[in-house]
């Protein structure tokens, strides 16, 4: 049975997309078909992580078309796999956001019909064949988010260990709770070297009643690589990309 996994944050700067790009390989890196939908329309970028070029960007179909009438979502659907990883076993298809300005700002300017994201997401999933559908959303809660979350199997909240973002993630819980959300994980991104982890994770779960899957880190390395490919794919055996595969066999489980 296909899994939807919503990938979140309440506040940008977390590494959501990072985080969402690096699951997505090593599903498939287990040989399974998946799917990556950027829904971060005002400010797209997770395309890059994947070797999306701009050529590809500029002339092949986005989201954006989906949600306007043009095109079937499937059509949308890049795949990815030979640029990432022509060794993996399975495969990603990526469903990108448009980075054409007039676009974006159409978005901006007059919106779109969010209730055509859960009929794509399950074209999506049932066209394409695929085992796990990724869904990296826009930072916050509008809409198109809480509808992502309410869809979703399995939400990972990604955050910090900062005071506004112990706030931010205190909301989103609470509303995903509300929405009956069947999984919730936290992960801690970018966790400087002189904070305590396990104390960060034991606090973090106490405030949020909500397993804490994953404390990663800050890495100079992923910091160096500045989105310039999948860091998983990258760097296989940095402690990094072992944090990141666990998280990936815990969600999976």
């Known amino acids: 049975m296909s899994k939807i996994i919503s990938v979140h944050s309440f506040r940008g700067g977390t590494g959501k997309s990072n985080t969402s790009a690096n699951l997505a390989y090593l599903c498939a890196a287990q040989g399974l078909k998946v799917g990556v939908v950027d829904t971060d329309i005002q400010s797209p970028g997770i395309h890059v992580l994947f070797g999306l070029d701009e050529e590809a960007m500029e002339t092949g179909k986005s989201l954006n078309d989906y949600l306007w009438g043009k095109c079937a979502i499937e ?48 074209a999506l999933v049932k066209n394409l064949g695929l085992d796990v559908l990724v869904i990296d959303t826009h930072p916050g809660l509008n809409e198109e988010t809480l509808l992502s ?64 899957a994953a404390v990663i880190p800050h890495s100079d390395d992923l910091m160096t690589l500045a989105s310039g490919g999948i860091f998983s794919c990258k760097y296989p055996d940095h402690d990094v990309t072992s944090i990141y595969r666990h998280l990936a066999q815990r969600i999976l489980a």
């Open 75 to 122: 059509e949308t659907a890049h795949d990815v796999t030979a640029s990432v990883d022509p060794n993996l076993k399975g495969r990603i298809f990526l469903i990108p956001s448009s980075i054409k300005a007039g676009e974006i700002a159409r978005v901006l300017r007059e919106g779109y019909d969010v209730g055509l994201l859960n009929d794509g997401f399950d």
């Open 149 to 212: 979350i309410a869809i979703s199997d399995i939400l990972v909240l990604i955050m910090r260990p900062d005071n506004q973002d112990f706030q931010g993630t205190s909301v989103t819980v609470d509303v995903a709770r509300k929405l009956d959300v069947p999984n919730m994980f936290l992960v801690i991104n970018k966790v400087p070297a002189k904070v305590d982890q396990a104390k960060t994770k034991q606090n973090a779960e106490e405030i949020y009643g909500c397993e804490v």
